[in-house]
């Protein structure tokens, strides 16, 4: 990228450092996407967890 | 408040002169530990040399860290902590009284029994009484620091990694500047920053520590 | 007056009310993470020029710093908010304490990784005792240690109050430890030239660093409030205003 033409073979290159510079950023984004997605899920499992308690203690009201 | 103190200490060391065997075994595991290592390394005398003070240094570390049990333990499970907790005197200075038992017990044997490792490990003459000093002024942070481990995991089922977790990293600053401070002393050069940095930071562990070990006993301890 | 103040602070940190706020802040934090990332990122990677030394391998940069700086922030906010729960007993700020723990951890295991990409190239090893890199790491096991601890005790309350002493030990003593190992790196430092200290800094590599770094604040911000969500459900689970929320959802 030195002024001259832009190549996307050029900018994947990196100048010969593409393993470190790609698995760098590519770390980054599984760190995002992580960060992202378990909190998620957690909290799926949080909601299905009370309301399985609220059905329960329904049921049971009603036998009893 | 003064006699609280001394009545506390006395306790404590009366009780752990009852069990003696118990007493000396965090000093047979530092002499031991510092042993392995002419055995897992080479017994040549130069390279002994250069790793004497991290030796000694990270096996004096283990070997508070493990004694570190006895500092609440034993009077979490007999109920003797609560009627400490209780008792009238403010427990910071119950705390303190706990901890300098433990450094009497702990701390300065391995402080005592240095200069025969030093040996072992072919440490200069001239650097022996630096080993002694920093281990005098390294030793009583490693038991008021890990004071307050000991007292945030009491209550927890076999807290012993978990302890040894959440206090080795505390540990680091003492560990390179006594290490460091027998390494520069074996080559012969002044180590007074190394030792005044040591005590400034002993003088800040015991005005800190006992807080922080009072108001973790507080949180942990109550029933 | 001061009792006015007092009252607003506690309407504001009661979990419902924390709840509905929060809500409608985490999509405005999201959205300019967003924006701001790809615009960091745009100019960090087609903007700012080659270095004349670290040729392209220094783009590392807009990854690494913003995540160091990041791992040192969350354990500050750490421990404020923990201390802020101890002393004035706002279980909100425990919350939000336990919250940031995990993602302070991720962060500071990025800048440790990427640290060490960058090293290869520049050192010519993976790992270097650097005096940066060894704090990193002593700073990803205090943040394991705090997170052991808060999951090692059944109690919530114990094991906030437990937790959130230890992160402010450890908040003391990070000035101390940082002290030290920048010092004991001054002794040996051999082969090791720092590199990753001074890389010539172009305004246009600067600007990219500031963007990236203020997108990561904000991508903390809107996690961390996801998180002390589900902590507020979770804790709270047993209040009506939990059970008619779950029901709706």
Redesign the interface.
Known sequence: ??GSEFSWSE?FN????AV??W???G??LV??V???V???I??KR??S???R??RRETNTGKAG | MLKAFYHLLARDLRLAFRSRHELANPLIFFVLVVSLFPLAVTPSADLLMVMAPGVIWVSALLSVLLSLDRLFKQDYEDGSLDQLMLSPNPLVILVLAKVFAHWLLTGLPLVLIAPLLGMFMYVPDEAISTLIFSLLLGTPVLSLVGAIGVSLTVAVNRGGVLLSLIILPLYIPILIFGANAVDVASDGMSVRGQLLFLAAVLALAISLAPLATAVALRITASR | MFKRIWGWIQRFSSPKHFYSISGKMIPWFAISAIFLGVYGLYMGLFVAPTDYQQGESYRIIFIHVPAAWMSMFIYVVMAVSAGIGLIWQIKLADMIAAASAPIGAWFTFIALVTGSLWGKPMWGAYWVWDARLTSELILLFLYFGYMALQSSIEDQRTADKASGLLAIVGVVNIPIIHYSVQWWNTLHQGATVSKLDKPSMHVDMLIPLLVMAIAAKLFYAAIVLVRARNQVLYRERNRQWVRELVEKL
């Open positions: 990228m030195n900018f990196m100048g010969g450092y470190f510079v698995t760098s950023y770390l980054a760190m995002v992580a960060n992202i378990s909190p998620i957690e909290r949080v909601i967890r009370i309301k308690a609220i």
